[in-house]
């Protein structure tokens, strides 16, 4: 039985933080935060855009699509039309399948998929200058990672896919926002999220991984709807003894929850994956992809490969692939295609990826070594060859994360790769809106622009 | 951090309950089983229509009806159609928001609610013969309460209203069974039924608590659907490390999940609520009730009241109300009303009824005391006089459990009390054709005949 511990007080805090939703002014965002959420946007779109062909899109527009309401509201990348809840849940799909999002790495969330994925649905249909778009989706995001890191990582660590589990309260928060709801209905939003809050980590290299976001943007979406009427909740959802936390986490700390909240901004510690997978495995694929390239290894000549990686890695990602959705999860497969292949693309992440065999045999010849010295962003590669000479290479900061950060020319680059729904002129204008989002009459463009045809 | 404790292995044990829920066959159903099933038809109709105007059920569809897809599904009691997921959700709501229906004693969960939901909502668009449906209904009923058992005290003790977080799987199971899924399709129904697994307890006394059993009918039937198309989930959603079990209960022992599952049946230990609130109240209002008319007691002579109550029964309702939904979880509401007006029906859970000053008058004359060696199902009832006269009542069997239950000829006459929303003649059809429910060969009728006009 989880036993809370808090430091301070916690009464209030639920009410405390409709309030600071509801009171929040974009005039307090400064001018890193606005570019950082550029960088956000411009790295979501190109995720949805990129998703949105997935097999996993398609499965779940054939199964329910027959129940969707109005057509109005947009898929990021696709050509149907649905109602704006629907809509939302396939951009959170399509956003996240691939696992090329984002990250806050403090807590492990991806905030960004369930936050936008609701945003841009909603504005598909509804008038939001830019620059409400903008604001509505820094305050999502802050109450994620703020979420995140107050319950970190107990309630991760229990178990929890905390990208739907958490995501689900940045939605609700950025839908109410943009609906203008007043305190109290605010609070309902946030009860509303609180008690739809789910997403189990057992999916994870399943179709199912994906649908946690989705199913995240959904229900925030609904939260905010349903509050917006006069839909009550219990009073604290947050820090109730039945709450969020208490439930879902055990060992939490509030007492920071709402300090700043407003204007000082955890968007900055943001981070973009290289590489479209489990980001505990990106040192491995940099680290096996340098190694690759300095030393022009043979993956003939190779005899065996020991990684040496932090305790987190074996407990994610501890899995010999069947298809791409699993070896997103496998660090075996990490170090294979970075000493087969040199690079860790959407390429290297299919089901034909995973039956490669020139891939299946490195990947045999990998153990990993969980080892508590080793951080979370290093690994330490040991290549032993045929001929018995022994490589080592040590990684200490794995590319793109926050001492290593994509710049904004490689977050074009990225979304320029993934965009092959649209033209290539296309994808530089979506490139250019996100980046001038605060310039845009109708932040809704976004959305529609980004569909094909 | 929850520690799982298990006894003997768990190891595929969705997978077994998935073959074992496709594989199950009408025939194996006992006549008392297939009565008791009418039974819970019976009841939870009879709720459907007592809360279909609700006002929880007016916001919600003032909120959310703009979204909803083709109106071709019913909305029990009402004159709305909506698509059958939207439907099954307003039907959760509508059965459970005066806290009228069913409960399994042995965890508390109220399993007609979420199942039937989602069932009525299917069976109003898709032939179901009305053999189908009951079978259905008694393996989904029986996936929650095993879930349930397997699971409790732990998940509930945690703060999950598991009406929804087990409800859901019920749900699933009832729909893909309908659907014919095979069983792979079917595990993935049960993994996406896991990882939509919410509802918070501090939600109690609140709309919320209605919304619990509405979203896990919804989810549920999205489960299904989806699965049913090939959307993946891990393979472990119930027994794996970061699964169901593990992740939202911590204790639990699913070693009898599936002993007997499909020949014996759990539906034979479910009860009916006599009265429409928390069934942790219900000895108390029982007692006050008889207290009254055995010894005529008048409110104005009353000077103090002392209920010695299972432990359980101050965790959950020690609170003093201000609305009609909180007075549902009101020790000394219960206490008021029986002694008060000797009663407790739906005019007894009102906001009308908590401002009643007669009974805010009791409710301000009673305390609650804890007591270990009182059972959950008993209290012991102290009214002092203003003469200084002491009268004491022990109830060991409250009115509805499983010891004395409500009749056939009860249950009847509850659900006509309750369906004022059509007219008499159809109220009584609607029950035969519960009563007769296999020898339909559309189920759907029922629903349809529900709706007014």
């Known amino acids: 039985m989880p036993v809370p511990s808090k430091k301070g007080s916690d009464e209030g805090v639920s009410a405390g933080l409709a309030k600071a939703i509801v009171e929040a002014?974009?005039?307090?965002?400064?001018?890193d935060v606005r570019h950082e959420a550029g960088r956000a946007l411009v790295n979501i779109v190109g995720c949805a855009l990129g998703g949105a062909d997935h097999p996993a899109m398609d499965v779940a527009i054939r199964a329910l699509s027959p129940y969707a309401?109005?057509?109005?509201?947009?898929?990021?990348?696709?050509?149907?039309?649905?109602?704006?809840?629907?809509?939302?849940?396939?951009?959170?799909?399509?956003?996240h399948v691939h696992d090329y999002d984002d990250t806050?790495?403090?807590?492990?969330?991806?905030?960004?998929?369930?936050v936008a994925s609701a945003m841009f649905a909603y504005a598909s249909v509804n008038p939001v200058s830019g620059l409400d778009f903008?604001?509505?989706?820094?305050?999502?995001?802050?109450?994620?990672?703020?979420?995140?890191?107050?319950?970190?990582?107990a309630h991760y660590r229990a178990g929890w896919h905390s990208t739907g589990s958490i995501g689900v309260f940045g939605a609700a928060a950025a839908i109410?926002?943009?609906?203008?709801?007043?305190?109290?209905?605010?609070?309902?939003?946030?009860?509303?999220?609180?008690t739809q809050s789910a997403g189990l980590r057992d999916n994870f290299g399943s179709m199912a991984k994906s649908f946690h976001p989705g199913a995240a943007a959904q229900s925030g979406y609904r939260a905010a709807l349903l509050a917006e009427a006069g839909f009550t909740t219990g009073p604290t959802p947050l820090e109730g003894p039945r709450g969020f936390a208490a439930v879902e986490a055990g060992e939490y700390d509030l007492s920071d929850l709402l300090t700043?909240?407003?204007?000082?901004?955890?968007?900055?510690?943001?981070?973009?994956?290289?590489?479209p997978c489990g980001i505990v495995i990106h040192p491995t694929i940099d680290a096996c992809s340098q190694l690759k390239a300095e030393k022009g290894i043979d993956p003939a000549n190779v005899k065996s490969v020991r990684l040496r990686v932090a305790p987190l890695v074996r407990d994610l990602c501890d899995q010999r692939p069947a298809t791409g959705l699993e070896a997103k999860f496998s660090i075996y497969h990490a170090a294979a295609i970075g000493l087969v292949r040199g690079r860790g693309g959407l390429a290297e992440f299919t089901d034909e990826a995973v039956r490669d065999p020139a891939l299946a045999a490195m990947r045999d010849k990998v153990e990993a070594v969980a080892d508590p010295k080793v951080g979370e962003d290093a690994v330490i590669v040991e290549v032993t060859l045929q001929s018995g000479e022994v490589l080592q290479h040590e990684l200490l900061q794995s590319l793109g994360n926050l001492a290593r950060p994509l710049s904004d020319a490689q977050l074009e680059e990225k979304f320029r790769d993934q965009a092959k729904v649209v033209d290539a002129e296309r994808a530089d204008r979506l490139i250019s809106m996100?980046?001038?989002?605060?310039?845009?009459?109708?932040?809704?463009?976004i959305a529609r622009m980004s569909c094909p045809g």
Chains 1, 2 share one sequence.
């Open 69 to 95: 309401g109005k057509p109005d509201a947009v898929v990021l990348g696709r050509r149907e039309r649905f109602d704006p809840l629907f809509s939302s849940f396939l951009n959170g799909i399509s956003s």
């Open 25 to 31: 002014r974009p005039e307090a965002m400064p001018e």
């Open 176 to 194: 109410a926002r943009l609906r203008g709801l007043d305190a109290q209905r605010m609070a309902w939003a946030l009860g509303l999220a609180a």
């Open 260 to 275: 700043g909240f407003g204007t000082q901004f955890l968007l900055s510690t943001n981070t973009y994956k290289p590489f």
């Open 104 to 114: 806050t790495p403090s807590n492990y969330i991806h905030p960004t998929s369930p």
């Open 434 to 445: 996100c980046w001038q989002i605060e310039e845009l009459a109708d932040a809704g463009e």
């Open 134 to 153: 903008l604001h509505a989706f820094v305050l999502g995001f802050e109450v994620v990672t703020r979420i995140g890191n107050a319950t970190y990582p």
